[in-house]
């Protein structure tokens, strides 16, 4: 009699807590580009002359995982055409509860690169040229993603990070929350879409890039 007891209060407490760990669902939507997000972008991420109009690019809106743990939702600036294969990823990556700092467009940082890698934000477009070259960058075209940047850094091949937060990650091993690895769900998914990894590439390593191209 006692055990039964105590085997259904054991129940009880197991059915409530998978209740209260039950998370939101997922959600995420594709739409135009709202015109108060256009307004903050021209002449910030976007200005004329660039290889890509305003028209071309779609807001992906995301509920994403912190690394605290909460449900956030995140907005991600891309090309009309990988929108949708972008949302699938971020329903994967939502279902795998991997972590991600942060996902705003990258005018909340002047447009600044160097700024939003120092936020740690996930950013997709930018209208900019390869540092140090004229050529566009693949985030003009809205066809690549940089991903959790602190953890995931821009390293050349001396070894070296620009962001100080970043050094710890200079090492890809052992693996910690938020980071790309090779067999990850990161690699996989966008691998799943047919991206490329900057994590792959020869000379400077890009672990934070993802792109349609590969570039
Ligand atoms: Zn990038």
């Given at each position: 009699m006692r055990r039964a007891l105590v085997v259904a209060v054991l129940l009880l407490s197991f059915t409530s807590v998978a209740a209260a760990a039950k998370p939101p669902p997922f959600r995420g939507s594709v739409t135009a580009l709202p015109a108060s997000l256009r307004g903050t972008m021209i002449g910030l991420s976007w200005h004329r002359?660039?290889?890509?109009?305003?028209?071309?690019l779609r807001l992906v809106r995301a509920r994403h995982w912190g690394f605290d743990g909460q449900v956030h939702t995140g907005r991600l600036v891309v090309a009309r055409e990988v929108a949708g294969p972008v949302l699938d990823v971020l329903r994967r990556l939502y279902a795998a509860r991997f972590p991600i700092r942060r996902i705003v467009p990258v005018d909340a940082y002047g447009a600044s690169d160097f700024r939003s890698i120092e936020a740690d934000n996930t950013s997709a477009f930018n209208c900019r040229y390869v540092e140090g070259t004229t050529r566009w960058s693949e985030h003009s075209y809205g066809r690549a993603i940089d991903l959790n940047p602190i953890e995931n850094p821009y390293v050349t091949?001396?070894?070296?990070?620009?962001?100080?937060?970043?050094r710890r990650y200079?090492?890809?091993?052992?693996y910690r929350a938020g980071m790309a690895v090779d067999g990850g769900v990161v690699v996989r998914e966008f691998e799943k879409i047919g991206w490329g990894w900057g994590?792959?590439?020869?000379?400077?390593?890009?672990?934070?890039h993802f792109s349609a191209s590969g570039r």
């Open positions: 002359g660039c290889p890509v109009g305003l028209d071309e091949v001396a070894g070296t990070t620009s962001h100080p937060a970043s200079l090492r890809r091993a052992p994590g792959h590439w020869s000379g400077d390593r890009d672990y934070q």
